[in-house]
């Protein structure tokens, strides 16, 4: 047995025992971190079959970013996680049928053809040069669609938690423009005890 397909075993295991973890884990807190496993595992079997940039990638945006943007937001909101969990055995039957009938055509497509083995990359090829390639000219309109709907996404999401607050003070621009200089200073005589005008 080679190296390549131990470690490809050893990352395969992590993996599947990371994901289910990740649902079964009580803690989100805990769940977040598998999930952060899982990933990493996910990178080790790409830098398996040669795509380091796809793993590169993996590890800077899910584990960089997103994972540590749920991490923050499920440790800095106060969820009532009992509450969610409440529904969670109600809905095992139709979940775990979804998953067989996933696992059972994930099968039959791996059992309809073998798969070729990825050999080694001759010398001087770079897999980020031919994705780039492909990227964008086989498939530019797919990649610039997808650019679009991501930027309708982030426009939308932006709108729905727009909240203009009433005890929060924003700056009016006409109102600003049309300041004068005998507006800006109001010179107010202090009126003494006396009420002579002068000081006390």
Not at 46 to 62: D, G, K, M, S
Not at 71 to 83: A, Q
Not at 145 to 167: G, P, Q, S
Request: hydrophobic letters at 60%.
């Amino acid at each position: 047995m080679s190296l390549a397909l131990v470690a490809f075993y050893v990352s395969a295991a992590i993996l599947l025992l990371a994901a289910l973890r990740v649902i079964t884990a009580r803690n989100p807190v805990h769940a977040v971190l598998w999930l952060v496993l899982a990933f990493f595992s996910a990178a080790a079997l790409w830098l398996l079959l040669y795509a380091e940039f796809l793993a590169v990638v993996l590890v800077l945006v899910y584990v960089g970013a997103v994972m540590v943007l749920f991490l923050f937001v499920v440790m800095m909101l106060d969820i009532n996680f009992d509450k969610l969990r409440e529904g969670f055995w109600r809905h095992v039957p139709l979940a775990g049928g979804v998953g067989l009938l996933m696992a059972i055509e994930m099968t039959l497509v791996l059992a309809s053809r073998e798969a070729p083995s990825p050999g080694a990359p001759p010398a001087g090829y770079s897999n980020t040069k031919e994705l780039g390639r492909i990227l964008y000219t086989d498939y530019v309109f797919p990649f610039e669609l997808a650019a679009v709907v991501l930027l309708v996404a982030i426009v939308a999401a932006i709108a729905l938690t727009l909240r203009r607050r009433k005890e929060t003070r924003y700056q009016d621009a006409a109102t600003q423009l049309s300041a004068t200089k005998a507006g800006r200073l109001k010179i107010v005589k202090d009126q003494g005890a006396d009420g002579t005008g002068g000081g006390p």
